[in-house]
């Protein structure tokens, strides 16, 4: 795994140092930069966002989350449809990530995790503060045990953010709950608050945390939360026509169940499609 982030963190290093990272206007602007920043904006894009996790007792861990987004209007509102195919390579059991549910085993395991699509609707054009509200499904994808919940769960999902001209802050929320799948599986009841804010710099640049904090309920007290403390940079750029953007974060975790990891390094590459 440290071979494949030295790849990824010196092909950022390339891009943003050579000629293809565009100015701020070249790149669209506040206007570009403002839509990356809102989660139910009108907006396609493809993410990749790679996650590596350190100081767990079992060993590193790495995520690659492809979340692409397909926002659709319907009359006065928008349907913002937002999935996230997880494909994982573990050590071991990581205790406290809701996407490695499965203690049994810790001989460790790679390939594709469980799949979540989230449907927000969202006014198509908010006055004030930006709000979305929609399902939320996982479904069991996994390709090992060890990778997934064998369940189909479901819940409520809620966004509520603000642009003011320094960048944009506000939240994301999330429960799920198991509605179905293998009867000799431990039940899902799991909750995400993803608080964010971007502070925007000259010339593309911006400064972001996105903390994802989340909680097990079904765990043992003292042992339901993970919670991460960090940020990071990022910035827009062209590569020819194409608009991207792309940010490195650091988050340490200042509570965790036992035995889970420390902190965490992210890398994301995100393609733009504006209309």
């Given at each position: 795994?440290?071979?494949?982030?030295?790849?990824?963190?010196?092909?950022?290093?390339?891009?943003?140092?050579?000629?293809?990272?565009?100015?701020e206007?070249?790149?669209?602007?506040?206007?570009?930069r403002?839509?990356?920043?809102?989660?139910?904006?009108?907006?396609?894009?493809?993410?990749?966002?790679?996650?590596?996790?350190?100081?767990?007792?079992?060993?590193?861990?790495?995520?690659?989350?492809?979340?692409?987004?397909?926002?659709?209007?319907?009359?006065?509102?928008?349907?913002?449809?937002?999935?996230?195919?997880?494909?994982?390579?573990?050590?071991?059991?990581?205790?406290?990530?809701?996407?490695?549910?499965?203690?049994?085993?810790?001989?460790?395991?790679?390939?594709?995790?469980?799949?979540?699509?989230?449907?927000?609707?969202?006014?198509?054009?908010?006055?004030?503060?930006?709000?979305?509200?929609?399902?939320?499904?996982?479904?069991?994808?996994?390709?090992?045990?060890?990778?997934?919940?064998?369940?189909?769960?479901?819940?409520?999902?809620?966004?509520?953010?603000?642009?003011?001209?320094?960048?944009?802050?506000?939240?994301?929320?999330?429960?799920?709950?198991?509605?179905?799948?293998?009867?000799?599986?431990?039940?899902?009841?799991?909750?995400?608050?993803?608080?964010?804010?971007?502070?925007?710099?000259?010339?593309?640049?911006?400064?972001?945390?996105?903390?994802?904090?989340?909680?097990?309920?079904?765990?043992?007290?003292g042992?339901?939360?993970?919670?991460?403390?960090?940020?990071?940079?990022?910035?827009?750029?062209?590569?020819?026509?194409?608009?991207?953007?792309?940010?490195?974060?650091?988050?340490?975790?200042?509570?965790?169940?036992?035995?889970?990891?420390?902190?965490?390094?992210?890398?994301?590459?995100?393609?733009?499609?504006?209309?």
């Amino acid at each position: 795994m440290s071979t494949r982030l030295s790849i990824l963190i010196l092909l950022t290093a390339v891009l943003l140092a050579s000629g293809v990272a565009a100015e701020e206007d070249a790149s669209g602007g506040g206007d570009l930069r403002a839509a990356v920043q809102n989660p139910v904006g009108s907006l396609i894009s493809v993410p990749f966002k790679s996650i590596w996790d350190y100081g767990a007792d079992n060993g590193t861990a790495y995520f690659m989350n492809l979340q692409p987004v397909f926002p659709q209007r319907v009359n006065e509102w928008n349907l913002i449809h937002r999935v996230i195919a997880p494909y994982i390579s573990v050590d071991g059991y990581h205790a406290g990530r809701p996407e490695l549910p499965n203690p049994s085993s810790g001989e460790g395991a790679s390939g594709l995790g469980d799949i979540n699509y989230t449907m927000f609707l969202s006014p198509a054009e908010p006055k004030g503060a930006i709000w979305g509200v929609g399902p939320s499904i996982t479904g069991p994808s996994a390709t090992d045990t060890q990778l997934g919940s064998g369940k189909w769960s479901a819940g409520p999902s809620f966004v509520l953010l603000k642009q003011p001209k320094f960048g944009t802050y506000g939240f994301l929320v999330r429960q799920l709950w198991s509605v179905g799948g293998q009867s000799d599986r431990n039940e899902v009841s799991s909750f995400l608050l993803e608080p964010f804010l971007n502070y925007n710099l000259p010339k593309g640049w911006y400064l972001v945390t996105d903390m994802v904090l989340t909680a097990n309920w079904q765990a043992a007290d003292g042992q339901q939360w993970i919670v991460p403390m960090g940020g990071g940079v990022g910035k827009l750029f062209k590569i020819g026509n194409q608009a991207m953007n792309t940010r490195v974060e650091a988050y340490a975790n200042v509570e965790k169940p036992d035995g889970g990891p420390d902190w965490s390094l992210s890398w994301t590459l995100q393609f733009l499609f504006p209309k």
